[in-house]
Nanobody, 119 residues
């Protein structure tokens, strides 16, 4: 079974930093691109960052470009999201995502980890 488990969320002050982790299992991690999404209250879920299998050619939503960095460790089956210079508008539940067929479905989401940026 495909499983994605996020961790690292919490309360942080504006301007602070946080690193999220997503531990993946149930598929060949190194063969798939990985993504981070987020959803704030009352807003649609949006793609935050995406990383290819090799770790190159990463993509970011404009609002986080220059502040967030997505990375992966294929040996550990883990994808990370380093968030610097956090702003209140970054407050959201952050989700790990992968598109991989496992015999039953293709889209797989973690349960999410809450990031709250507030003074």
């Amino acid at each position: 079974q495909v499983q994605l488990v996020e961790s690292g969320g919490g309360l942080v002050q504006p301007g602070g930093s946080l690193r999220l982790s997503c531990a993946a299992s149930g598929f060949t991690f190194s063969s798939y691109a990985m993504s981070w999404y987020r959803q704030a209250p009352g807003r649609e879920r949006e793609l935050v960052a995406r990383i290819p299998t090799t770790g190159g050619s990463t993509n970011y939503v404009d609002s986080v470009k220059g502040r967030f960095t997505i990375s992966r460790d294929n040996a550990k089956n883990t994808v990370y999201l380093r968030m610097n210079s956090l702003k209140p508008e970054d407050t959201a539940v952050y989700y790990c995502y992968v598109r991989v067929w496992n015999g039953g479905r293709m889209d797989h989401w973690g349960k999410g980890t809450l990031v709250t940026v507030s003074s």
